[in-house]
């Protein structure tokens, strides 16, 4: 997924004032820091301690060899003393990367009986840490701030999480999006500035006649595509429900030529996100059902309907979401249909068939049924139903001026009986606070039917890479209310203007 080593610098501030046996205690103490938290286990990315930074040029060779090291994702600073603030103007005015204000101190406990002015001048941070604060919110820097001992598990797991959303930063600039189709005819949120998407996230969007790569797939060795049939049918449950056995198989047959095709065309010209069109599928003999769901689950990002904006987010949000233990999945998702007894309050989701299979809870099985739009045969999909629990739908519109990111934190539960005769992969949700709040602030907010949908990170942390992109977040979450979320988009309306 990803080919870089990143890894973050740790910048210790401090200044020469406290004579050389102090700033001694500074370089031991970021030392001890640094060792602990890679020893922890908690951070996915190797912490690199650098030298105490003390004046004007240090702080600025700093910057420029971060910006210039292609491994460094971000750099975390903390003002063990205190730092005059002045001596960080160039340095910050020239940085570009990811920043994380550790706002921590060495000791967590004041040592009563022993503590005298050289302690406390020693150990400033709630001093230093705010001269320095007050420069970069002067500067207008987009910044994270993570406040707490750093030996505090929560405090661990917030860098952890932080040092996710850089990659995320860092990545987005990387992303290739290929589209097989224009947007849908007449549909509208899927539409959005292509050339904007890429002056703010970096993304290159480009389009190829689905053709091309249909000739990928014609291409494709049989051997290979029996080979992968024969994977398919150890790894799934062949669910046949009365078809014939060889003319299922000629079906399935016809989705890993699409997988093996479209994986190589994808290599071939580095591209990382792919959008298809059910009703633009040139000489495909199927709709890219099982295939994309398998890609999907390499790590493609993906969209449906020329939905280039979600197919963008769904691979951010799975090189995001890399090497993460215990990941519980993330997918291309489509809001359905809902349940609106009360106290069973939910939403349906699911595709026509584009579900990725990291989020699935149990066996998956393969189907094969007829698709009630489009015009060609029956497509092969992966069936299953997703894991329950919290997580995150987002969606990112274009409202013509700007930018848009919504985020509703969202409950993923089980439906209460089997649904057999649905062809499809589904999860079920509830959104915060409520069906009813959730449902009418997404559509107040202009949320779209398809999301980008993970278990594996916060709203915190896409708002966060929002932020550092410079666009409108959204958030729709247990505290959120109509009249509240009226007035922020009001205000928002007016701050993007
Ligand atoms: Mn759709």
Redesign the pocket.
Same mark, same amino acid.
């Given at each position: 997924m990803m080919e870089k080593k990143y890894k973050f610098w740790f910048a210790t501030g401090s200044q020469d004032l406290y004579g050389e046996e102090c700033l001694a205690k500074v370089a031991k103490h970021s030392g001890i820091i640094v060792e602990n938290l890679n020893e922890s286990g908690v951070l996915p990315f190797e912490l690199v301690r650098k030298p105490t930074l003390i004046d004007n040029e240090s702080i600025r060779r700093l910057f420029h060899e971060a910006n210039a090291d292609e491994t460094c994702a971000g750099v975390i600073t903390w003002m063990h003393t205190f730092s005059p603030a002045k001596s960080w103007i160039l340095g910050l005015q020239e940085y570009r990367k990811p920043l994380l204000h550790l706002h921590t101190q060495f000791n967590q406990e004041i040592p009563y009986d022993t503590i005298d002015m050289d302690f406390m001048n020693e150990n400033q941070s709630a001093h230093g840490d705010r001269e320095y604060g007050h420069m970069v919110t002067r500067m207008g820097i987009e910044r994270k701030i993570i406040a707490g001992h750093w030996s505090d598990i929560t405090v661990q797991k917030r860098i952890a999480d932080w040092m996710r959303t850089a990659i995320g930063i860092m990545e987005s600039s990387h992303i290739r999006v290929v589209r097989f189709a224009d947007n849908m005819r007449n549909v509208a949120v899927t539409e959005g500035d292509k050339v904007e998407a890429q002056i703010k996230f970096g993304w290159e969007v480009d389009a190829y006649p689905v053709n091309e790569v249909a000739e990928y797939v014609k291409e494709v060795p049989t051997g290979d595509i029996e080979a992968l049939v024969e994977e398919y049918y150890s790894k799934y449950d062949i669910l046949l429900e009365g078809r014939d056995e060889k003319e299922f198989r000629k079906h399935v047959t016809v989705q890993a030529g699409i997988e093996l095709g479209f994986e190589k065309f994808l290599v071939e010209k580095n591209y990382h996100a792919i959008v298809t069109h059910f009703g633009d599928l040139g000489s495909l003999q199927q709709l890219p059902g099982l295939a994309i769901q398998r890609l999907m689950e390499k790590g493609y990002g993906f969209g449906? #309907?020329g939905?280039w904006k979600t197919a963008a987010m769904v691979r951010l949000m799975k090189i995001m979401t890399a090497g993460m233990k215990e990941a519980k999945g993330t997918s291309f998702m #489509?809001d359905y249909t809902y349940n609106l007894v009360p106290g069973k309050e939910g939403i349906l989701q699911a595709?026509?068939l584009e579900v990725c299979p990291t989020i699935s809870d149990g066996p998956i099985g393969i189907k094969v049924c007829p698709l009630s739009m489009g015009e060609r045969e029956d497509p092969a999909r992966l069936v299953f139903t997703s894991k329950t629990g919290p997580a995150i739908a987002t969606s990112l519109i274009d409202l013509g001026n700007r930018f848009r990111l919504i985020i509703n934190d969202v409950v993923c539960k089980k439906v209460e009986k089997p649904m057999p005769k649905l062809p499809v992969a589904t999860a079920f949700w509830t959104p915060q606070p409520n069906l009813t709040v959730g449902a009418e602030s997404w559509i107040l907010a202009g949320g779209a =039917? =398809?999301t980008a949908f993970t278990y594996d990170l916060t709203a915190e942390q896409m708002g966060d890479w929002a932020a550092a992109m410079g666009i409108e977040v959204v958030y729709i979450d247990k505290d959120t209310t109509i009249r509240s979320l009226k007035n922020e988009l009001l205000w928002n309306s007016i701050a993007f203007r």
């Open positions: 449906a #309907e939905d #489509e595709h026509m =039917h =398809h």
